[in-house]
T-cell receptor, first 113, second 113 residues
């Protein structure tokens, strides 16, 4: 049982480049979300989805796009990377939005130079 | 907006000492979860509290949810080196925000043998 899989684990981008962080889960979870983790800031919610075809903004959505075409996948796109987006990104999934634990991927460490 | 504050940011203890981290929200929470993140790892679910005044125990860990459902605490009795990591609370708010799981800033626990 793979759980939540994130790729890549590490990435270095130049300012202005675009890329997609991949997230896939094999637990048939409806609810998926993306967080970024910065020192002293905790985990901040970027975007989340309550099911295929449905996405919504979290606390810090600017500079990021998401889509949810299937239950399994929830990619996060950076259209034009900025140094302020240097962070560790975590994808999480849960069975439903309420009363269930979130399962996290291993994280993607992104550096924008 | 909905925010969850957590203190202290960092705690250093001698092995065998007790440890407590506190979580506060300005508005009433629907429920609260606690997660542990080992250094270099990803957050792992510990527990969820739903009812006002609820207290739950897991071996040396005691979790409390305040009567007003605005605050919570995690207490570790007789810390061990295996307790090292960052402890996060994460809350869900009522209304349209229940789909969002908002994390506190975390408390980093260091345990000296």
């Amino acid at each position: 049982n793979a759980g939540v899989t994130q790729t890549p684990k590490f990435q270095v981008l130049k300012t202005g480049q675009s890329m997609t962080l991949q997230c896939a889960q094999d637990m048939n979870h409806e609810y998926m979300s993306w967080y970024r983790q910065d020192p002293g800031m905790g985990l901040r919610l970027i975007h989340y989805s309550v099911g295929a075809g449905i996405t919504d903004q979290g606390e810090v959505p600017n500079g990021y796009n998401v889509s949810r075409s299937t239950t399994e996948d929830f990619p996060l796109r950076l259209l034009s990377a900025a140094p302020s987006q240097t962070s560790v990104y975590f994808c999480a999934s849960s069975l439903g939005p309420m009363d269930t634990e979130a399962f996290f991927g291993q994280g993607t460490r992104l550096t924008v130079v | 907006g909905q925010q969850v504050m957590q203190i202290p940011q960092y705690q250093h203890v001698q092995e065998g000492e007790d440890f407590t981290t506190y979580c506060n929200s300005s508005t009433t929470l629907s429920n609260i979860q606690w997660y542990k993140q080992r250094p270099g790892g990803h957050p792992v679910f510990l527990i969820q509290l739903v009812k006002s005044g609820e207290v739950k125990k897991q071996k040396r860990l005691t979790f409390q949810f305040g009567e007003a459902k605005k605050n919570s605490s995690l207490h570790i009795t007789a810390t061990q080196t295996t307790d090292v990591g960052t402890y996060f609370c994460a809350g869900r708010f009522y209304g349209g925000a229940t789909n969002k799981l908002i994390f506190g800033t975390g408390t980093l626990l260091a345990v000296q043998p």
